[in-house]
């Protein structure tokens, strides 16, 4: 799930900061080095109390190394143990999206910016100087895949009608002049319906402090358009930037907007905040301006300022998503696997007996974070990689007596493990068949070993369960 990190000249100024440093730094324990390099000592030594001086000095520098991060690497690969879901659910505010982004070889990961005029990209010299085309620039160099970047399209029916392709894809919804009440009416919750983002950037309220507008107000305008975006795309989430304050609203006005966005977030667990206007007060962009970050007209973001904007809200989205051990913790889909063995594939032992191909023992099986039903099958993922017990009695009077299906595994990347043409799921519960309704053995393609497949049986109405009474 950790990004693949770019190299080159140009890598540092389109990489996003990670506001948390990366605890996975290496060092180089080397205090236990000299006790073996002073060859001295060792001369004339038994192997066997040679052996017991080593354990006696890693027993006692083991306080002293204890604090000591480990030395960097590539992790391990985690699989899902069967039957044992994640103990404690651990969740972070933009979970959707860090589970997205480790998916993003496979299918899109979606991002969709709404606000006013800084959204659009008023005041930026082109739109590649906005800050949505900075931002978007930055997390396709951190998290990149195979092929050229996509372009940030605008949210119409037409730049949505095609980009199915795997990797970071980006829209932008601003519109210039736009408050809380007008920012995402229906023709933007319809652009959500068809891109079906994982996250959604919300950049507004510097119009809404301009008019006027009681804090109270845009608070509850702001809930409001979460909870028709989330009616719509389910448990997305969301990201509230509180940009730079104008010169002419006060700063306690300005402090109670942001206010009202940390609360937002308090309230609701798929809700960050991105408090950028902290770091543009810091530089006095509404006052002198040394660094130049907002135009002549008090309004509108440089160049500049669309830069220091796309840095802090590139800040917020890594820290909202969590660390990278918070990351390898994650289960977003709630469906008992964590979303880095989904992704890298979760080992189901279990012996197949497909229609078609030889018989299987283990299968390593991809499955979607963001789905907790990966193959539609009506069984989560977790229950199909952990098992159930169908405990079906099968009558096999060639074989001299009865056997009964227990414990069994299921791949989650497949609707029909054994490919009989009944549904996992279906074999389970015993809903196959008007005429008998038995459980059937959803990793074997003859569950009574008479010769015809499950599926074929259902279909003419003899029994699956029992050879040789009309099977």
Same mark, same amino acid.
């Given at each position: ?8 000249? &140009? +890598? ?102 709404? &606000? ?24 396709? +160099? ?138 543009? +007060? ?74 078609? &191909? ?92 008479? &010769? ?20």
């Amino acid at each position: 799930m950790e990004p693949r990190q770019t190299s080159g000249a &140009g +890598a540092e100024s389109t990489r996003v900061r990670n506001v948390t440093s990366n605890p996975r730094t290496s060092s180089k324990p080397g205090a236990i080095r000299p006790l073996l390099a002073h060859s001295g000592v060792m001369r004339g030594w038994s192997v066997e109390r040679a052996s017991l001086t080593w354990l006696v000095a890693c027993l006692l520098l083991a306080p002293m190394l204890a604090g000591q991060p480990a030395t960097a690497g590539p992790a391990a690969p985690i699989t899902a143990t069967p039957g044992a879901p994640v103990a404690t659910p651990l969740t972070t505010p933009l979970a959707p999206l860090s589970a997205a982004l480790a998916w993003r070889d496979r299918a899109p990961a979606r991002i969709v910016f709404l &606000g006013s005029s800084t959204t659009f990209g008023s005041g930026a010299s082109q739109p590649a100087h906005s800050y949505v085309h900075r931002l978007v620039a930055m997390l396709q +160099a951190r998290y990149p895949t195979a092929g050229q970047p996509a372009p940030v399209l605008r949210l119409s029916a037409g730049a949505v009608a095609r980009s199915s392709r795997p990797g970071l894809q980006a829209f932008n919804a601003g519109i210039p002049g736009a408050t809380s009440a007008t920012y995402a009416g229906d023709l933007v919750l319809y652009g959500l319906a068809r891109t079906r983002p994982s996250c959604v950037v919300h950049t507004i309220g510097t119009n809404d402090a301009a008019l006027g507008t009681p804090v109270e107000t845009f608070r509850a305008n702001v809930q409001g358009t979460i909870d028709r975006i989330d009616a719509v795309l389910g448990p997305v989430c969301h990201l509230l930037v509180h940009s730079f304050r104008r010169a002419k609203v006060p700063d306690s006005t300005w402090a109670g907007y942001g206010a009202a966005l940390a609360a937002i977030a308090a309230d609701r667990p798929r809700v960050h905040v991105a408090d950028a206007s902290a770091a543009f +007060a810091s530089r006095d962009a509404g006052g002198a301006d040394p660094l130049d970050l907002v135009g002549s007209d008090q309004v509108h973001l440089t160049d500049n300022g669309h830069l220091l904007l796309a840095q802090l809200v590139g800040d917020a989205l890594e820290a909202g998503m969590g660390t990278w051990q918070q990351r390898r913790l994650l289960d977003t889909d709630e469906d008992g696997l964590r979303d880095v063995s989904e992704v890298r594939g979760s080992v189901v032992r279990q012996r197949v007996r497909p229609c078609t &191909g030889g018989a299987k023992r283990l299968l390593r099986v991809s499955t979607n974070p963001l789905s907790a039903d990966t193959d539609r099958d009506g069984m989560t993922d977790g229950t199909e990689v952990g098992g159930v017990m169908i405990g079906q009695r099968i009558l096999l009077p060639h074989a001299g007596g009865v056997v009964r299906i227990g414990w069994t595994r299921t791949n989650p990347g497949t609707p029909d493990t054994d490919r009989d043409g009944l549904s996992d799921n279906d074999e389970r519960r015993g809903t196959t068949g008007a005429v008998w309704g038995r459980r059937t053995d959803p990793t074997r393609c003859d569950t009574d070993r008479g &010769g015809s497949s499950d599926g074929r049986e259902v279909r003419r109405g003899t029994d699956p369960t029992a050879s040789g009474l009309g099977g």
